[in-house]
């Protein structure tokens, strides 16, 4: 099964704001993924899952989130972080309208946790959740002068961008990857104050939520992940209240499982839970 189709669009996010999004198509698609990317990238690079699940029966939807890729926005800033939730919200809408499929919601790093904290929301909108390296916690912790100074700036200049430290070299083993990220004209380097202390808010948020969560739940996490801590979702996988729920823990792999030199093992586990699922 192949791709019949496939459309660039923007839709109407909150606030106004235009949204880049894409739609690849298949023949008799049996549900809809919608994609959520991290921070600091777009919705092109996740060509591997497109290439792992269309041949499955799925059509797939991506979109940059505000602030990223071909969307609009300040680059790397959000006044709220509840603003991606809701931008979510209306693509995820308006995928359910446009088909009238059953939807899979999955995120990657930061878009794990914005996906984490959409089916804490709205998981009446959602048939099941997937999570890959959700930003969950911080592989390195943030000193509490640090929180306390972002906090300050983020009050009285709240679009004063930083780094966003981002190490490309420990995204994925494969040097290709690391390089073309590193090449890649739509990809981010920084965040603003407001985006830090937003941040900071919604990883305490989704794990005092945690329990409200039933929905089918797959987490996916590289177990080298020098980016965010495997104890995130490893934390988040205790406390969800789903019944049906499941945590992979990758040894030795880096922060983008799915653009690993493993990538074939994580996608396949990827594909054969969804199977058993739909």
Not at 53 to 80: A, C, M, T, W
Not at 130 to 146: D, L, Q, R, T
Not at 232 to 253: C, H, N, Q, T, V
Request: include cysteine; aromatic fraction near 10%.
């Amino acid at each position: 099964m192949g791709i019949k189709e496939h459309y660039e669009d923007t839709f109407t996010g909150v606030g106004g704001v235009k949204l880049y999004c894409q739609r690849y198509i298949v023949d008799e698609p049996k549900a809809t993924v919608v994609v959520v990317h991290g921070l600091g990238e777009h919705s092109g690079r996740y060509g591997n899952v497109i290439n792992a699940l269309v041949p499955e029966g799925y059509n797939i939807f991506l979109y940059d989130l505000r602030g990223h890729g071909k969307s609009e926005g300040q680059r790397g800033h959000v006044y709220n972080f509840d603003h991606y939730i809701e931008d979510t919200r209306i693509f995820v809408e308006n995928a359910r309208d446009r088909t009238g499929l059953l939807t899979i919601l999955l995120g990657h790093s930061m878009g794990g946790l914005i996906v984490l904290l959409f089916g804490e929301k709205y998981q009446d909108l959602i048939k099941l959740l997937v999570a890959s390296g959700p930003a969950v916690k911080i592989a390195v912790e943030v000193p509490k002068w640090k929180e306390a100074i972002g906090k300050f700036v983020s009050n009285i200049f709240p679009t004063l961008s930083m780094t966003n430290e981002i190490d490309p070299s420990l995204l994925s083993h494969d040097p290709v990857v690391v390089k073309e990220y590193e090449n890649d004209p739509l990809v981010i380097r920084k965040v603003s104050a407001r985006w830090f202390t937003e941040f900071l808010r919604a990883q305490k948020e989704v794990l005092e939520n945690a329990h409200k969560l039933k929905l089918p739940l797959l987490l996916q996490q590289g177990g080298d992940d020098q980016i965010v801590s495997p104890d995130g979702a490893k934390e988040f996988y205790e406390r969800a209240g789903s019944e049906d729920k499941e945590l992979k823990i990758y040894p030795g792999l880096y922060h983008e499982i799915y653009n690993e030199t493993e990538k074939e093992k994580v996608l396949s586990d990827l594909t054969e839970w969804l199977k058993k699922r739909i």
